[in-house]
C-alpha cells in the first residue's frame, strides 16, 4: 500500500474514532450517573397483558444519551420502586420487596443493566417523542414513555431466585 493511500485511510478514519470515543465517554458517564438511579416513574396507560406503560423522567447532561438509559430506569423502576396508581391507571409494588436484594445480588444487577444487557428483553420506547427540558446550564431532563414486560421481567427474577413465585406461600 503506498503511503498516500495509508495517510488517506488515516485521515478518514480518525473523525470516526473521534466521534465513537466521545459517544463512548457519554454513555460511561450516563452510566455512572444511572447507577445512582436518579429518575421518576409513573404508569400511563394499561399495556397489553403482560406489560406496564410508564413514563420515565432522567436526568443527564446529555439528552439523546439520557433518552437510552431511560430504559434502564423503567427496568430498575418496576423491579425495585413500584408506582402509585395515577387516576384509573392501576399502580404496582416493586417486584423486589426488600431493597436489600440489590446489594445482595449486585453482580447478578450489575451484568442484567450493563449496555445492551439483559434488562433489553423486557422493555421497549414507544415512538421517537421524548419531553426534554432544560434544568440548567449542564443538565436536561428527558421524559420518555417506556413498555416493560411486567410478567416476563418477573419470570426472569423467580429463575434467579430473586423474587419469590407466585403462589408459593408467605
Do not use: C
Not at 495517510?7 to 473521534?18: D, R
Not at 394499561?46 to 406489560?51: A, E, H, I, R
Request: aromatic share 8%; net charge positive.
Amino acid at each position: 500500500m503506498s503511503m498516500k493511500k495509508l495517510l488517506l485511510i488515516v485521515m478518514l478514519s480518525l473523525p470516526v474514532a473521534v466521534t465513537a470515543q466521545q459517544h463512548r465517554q457519554k454513555t460511561k458517564k450516563a452510566n455512572i450517573e444511572t447507577s445512582e438511579w436518579k429518575y421518576e416513574i409513573a404508569p400511563v396507560s394499561v399495556g397489553s397483558q403482560g406489560n406496564v406503560v410508564v413514563a420515565v423522567w432522567s436526568d443527564s447532561p446529555n439528552p439523546v444519551v439520557a433518552a437510552e438509559q431511560s430504559k434502564k430506569n423503567a427496568v430498575h423502576g418496576v423491579i425495585f420502586k413500584g408506582f402509585p396508581s395515577n387516576g384509573s391507571v392501576p399502580g404496582k409494588r416493586p417486584l423486589v420487596q426488600n431493597s436489600a436484594e440489590e446489594q445482595e445480588h449486585a453482580e447478578y444487577f450489575d451484568s442484567f443493566f450493563a449496555d445492551g444487557g439483559p434488562y433489553m428483553r423486557f422493555v421497549t420506547l414507544t415512538g421517537n417523542e421524548r419531553d426534554v427540558t432544560k434544568i440548567d446550564k449542564r443538565r436536561y431532563r428527558v421524559g420518555a414513555v417506556v413498555v416493560v414486560n411486567y410478567d416476563n421481567l418477573r419470570r426472569e427474577l423467580e429463575s434467579q431466585g430473586i423474587v419469590k413465585k407466585l403462589g408459593s406461600g408467605f
